[in-house]
């Protein structure tokens, strides 16, 4: 068969992968011209490794892209160190990013709390069962099994942080999901991300991939012999944009599946990432989760270079300030100089003596589409890998419910999609 991709993100170059193995002709589409898509990364110069526009790292459980680097020979690149994730307390940081740890921070006392804590945990990592806790939300059921003070604490602020507005509606599948993946060793590839990315590009032109760099598609059209992407026509369209770019390419889907793209829910991100002169958080931590509530001026700021060594960056310490917001929310329209001025001062709440001439530079990284938003019940809301369109596949971060966004899981999306394509 003749088979366009769109997009050389994870999904998109997993799946064709395995459909160049079982002889298809491959053409991907890719609008940017890079690989990787939101996984992607950026170097300096004088870096030897790339940094990710948006912060990442693999879990020890990301079976599918552990999998996938063994396929392609690439496992001993793949890395995993033990970075470390505090939580704030009374003006102060702790570590907490296992039972362990989190069963010494202080914030939930030592009595009641502590155990509903600890057992509502153990009970949510050792569960497979995942469908009845789809139809509470996560406020609900965390504070029936939980407590107030244990939800108010410790998950809501999370909630809150990932979801903004939607946050009483997150249904608990979704947390489910989060704790079961977590792992205290997180991983990342020797280059970074990019790197993998590359490489695996690399694979695929030898393979007889072809991959179109810088060429958007703007839209695809049902044909008698096939499905017109541009001046080409296709036997077979895999789709691996957002739901709503993926409206927008294909308007004559019908109706239902329209209205179904359209009405699924997602929060943007914007991540500021600075290079300087000196490490921030002295404390070598890798991940501060900032709850909303003490007024920092994002959610999420993490030291990379508490991660992987700033040996690779030629002495410069990486640093990302990130928040999940809503379209249309004033730091997507900000300046890069604008977001600094706001987010500054939060650096020195990290290490006092932060000071503006630490910074050597910084880039910003904005997009619409960084994290779906699970309602009640959300397993009905999905949209088809198979769309009612012939020919046509969608697989997008919106369809790898009940888990969470990750590249682990477009890799799982796009490898289903190359099989289903092939029925
Ligand atoms: C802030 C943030 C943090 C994250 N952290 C992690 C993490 O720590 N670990 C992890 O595993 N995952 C993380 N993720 C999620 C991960 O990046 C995604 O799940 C994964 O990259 C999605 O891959 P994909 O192939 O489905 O989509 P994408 O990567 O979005 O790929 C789609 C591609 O399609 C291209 N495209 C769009 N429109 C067109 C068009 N019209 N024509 C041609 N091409 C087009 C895009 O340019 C893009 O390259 C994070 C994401 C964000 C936003």
Redesign the pocket.
């Known amino acids: 068969m003749k088979i366009a991709i769109?997009?050389?993100?994870?999904?998109?170059?997993a799946a064709a992968y395995d459909l160049r193995k079982a002889g298809h002709d491959i053409t991907i589409?890719?609008?940017?011209d890079f690989?990787?898509?939101?996984?992607?990364g950026f170097k300096e110069p004088h870096w030897d490794w790339s940094v990710e526009k948006?912060?990442?790292?693999?879990f020890a459980s990301?079976k599918h892209?552990l999998a996938l680097f063994d396929e392609l020979g690439l496992s001993d690149q793949v890395i995993f160190p033990r970075p470390y994730t505090v939580l704030l307390h009374n003006g102060k940081w702790y570590p907490f990013d296992s039972i362990l740890k989190a069963l010494l921070f202080p914030g939930l006392g030592f009595g009641l709390n502590k155990i509903r804590f600890g057992l509502v945990g153990l009970y949510l990592r050792l569960t497979n069962n995942w469908k009845p806790f789809e139809q509470v939300t996560v406020e609900e059921w965390m504070r029936k099994w939980a407590g107030k003070q244990v939800y108010e604490q410790m998950w809501q602020p999370l909630v809150i942080g990932k979801f903004g507005p939607y946050y009483k509606d997150v249904n608990m599948a979704w947390m489910w999901a989060r704790l079961k993946a977590r792992t205290t060793n997180l991983g990342t590839f020797k280059g970074g991300f990019q790197a993998f990315a590359d490489r695996f590009a690399e694979i695929l032109r030898k393979q007889g991939v072809e991959i179109r760099l810088g060429?958007?598609?703007?839209s695809i059209k049902r044909e008698q012999n096939g499905l017109r992407v541009g001046s080409e026509v296709f036997d077979k369209v895999l789709v691996?944009?957002?739901p709503n770019?993926m409206a927008k390419?294909c308007p004559e889907l019908p109706e239902s599946y329209l209205k179904g793209l359209l009405e699924l829910k997602s929060m943007g991100?914007v991540?500021m990432v600075l290079s300087l002169k000196h490490q921030l958080s002295e404390q070598g931590y890798y991940w501060y989760s900032l709850p909303k509530g003490e007024g920092f001026p994002f959610l999420a700021l993490v030291e990379h270079t508490n991660f992987v060594s700033p040996e690779h960056f030629g002495g410069d310490y990486i640093v990302y300030a990130?928040d999940?917001l809503e379209q249309g929310h004033e730091y997507f329209s900000l300046s890069d100089d604008e977001l600094l001025e706001r987010f500054a001062p939060a650096f020195k709440r990290i290490n006092p003596k932060f000071e503006m001439d630490w910074v050597k530079k910084t880039w910003v990284f904005k997009?619409n589409?960084?994290?779906p938003v699970p309602l009640v019940n959300h397993s009905q809301n999905i949209p088809d890998i198979e769309t009612p369109v012939e020919g046509l596949y969608f697989?997008?971060?919106s369809q790898?419910y009940p888990w969470d966004?990750?590249?682990?899981?477009?890799v799982e999306?796009?490898r289903k999609a190359a099989k289903l394509m092939q029925e």
């Open positions: 769109i997009g050389a993100g994870y999904g998109g170059m589409f890719e609008s940017t690989v990787g898509g939101l996984a992607s948006f912060y990442h790292h693999w990301d892209m060429v958007r598609v703007e691996t944009t957002s770019l390419l991100a991540v990130g999940y997009t589409y960084a994290q697989a997008s971060m790898v966004r990750g590249t682990n899981f477009a999306i796009g």
